[in-house]
């Protein structure tokens, strides 16, 4: 079975500037999460969808901060403008029920300058 | 608001042995309680989940406690092997809705 696909796996931009990531979640997982890892910390959750809408997102940075989870699968999340302190890992995870185990992408490695 | 504590010294442990990391957490008792592997540059990987109502559980080498009276998790991992070196991170469900909140992880390293 394929796992949680994310992409670009790396990014360097500078601050102000805007980014983008992208995530596919494995086949028929209905929840999907995208979380900040900043270097030397734990995931902090960003935002959970359930299908295609928005479980919980308090605790996204919603003035430069937009993820959308269109048709209930894919998703995106954009920074807008993006600063320094959004140098972190996104990880997207998803899971197939309201309880149990997350799955994790690799990461996408967001560098600002 | 909740809060989740891991030793964030790293653990230093020989082979053979058994490693044991601690996770406290805050305030009331999480619906569940899950642990997490995570090597560097990968995205963590589900290892162990128990309930609320469950004191152990174990899985090949890997054993969990949940005591809810300490607030305290406890992780071991026994006849530890140099490939077992990694973070590993404890994450907690209070709303039973599947929204974890993790701690800050344990980096264990263990030597041949």
């Known amino acids: 079975e394929a796992g949680v696909a994310q992409s670009p796996r790396y990014k360097i931009i500078e601050k102000r500037q805007s980014v983008a990531f992208w995530c596919n979640p494995i086949?028929?997982?209905?929840?999907l999460y995208w979380y900040q890892q900043i270097l030397g910390q734990g995931p902090k959750l960003l935002i959970q969808?359930?299908?295609?809408?928005?479980?919980?997102d308090s605790q996204l940075p919603k003035d430069r901060f937009s993820a959308e989870r269109l048709k209930g699968v894919d998703s995106t999340l954009k920074i807008q403008p993006a600063k320094l302190e959004d140098s972190a890992v996104y990880l997207c995870?998803?899971?197939?029920?309201?309880?149990?185990?997350?799955?994790f992408g690799e990461g996408s490695r967001l560098t600002v300058l | 608001s909740q809060k989740i504590e891991q030793n964030s010294e790293a653990l230093n442990i020989q082979e053979g042995k058994t490693a044991t990391l601690t996770c406290n957490y805050t305030?009331?008792?999480?619906?569940?309680l899950q642990w997490y592997r995570q090597d560097p540059g990968r995205g963590p990987v589900f290892l162990l989940l128990?309930?609320?109502?469950?004191k152990e559980k174990r899985k090949e080498r890997l054993k969990v406690t949940f005591d809810t009276t300490l607030k305290q998790s406890l992780f071991h991992i026994t006849a530890s092997q140099p490939a077992d070196s990694a973070t590993y991170l404890c994450?907690?469900?209070?709303?039973?809705?599947?929204?974890?909140?993790f701690g800050g992880g344990t980096r264990v390293l263990v030597k041949p």
């Open positions: 995870a998803s899971s197939p029920s309201k309880t149990g185990e997350l799955f």
């Open positions: 086949s028929g997982h209905a929840t």
């Open positions: 969808f359930q299908n295609n809408g928005v479980v919980d």
């Open positions: 305030n009331y008792s999480p619906a569940y």
């Open positions: 128990i309930r609320e109502n469950e």
């Open positions: 994450a907690l469900d209070w709303t039973a809705g599947n929204k974890l909140t």
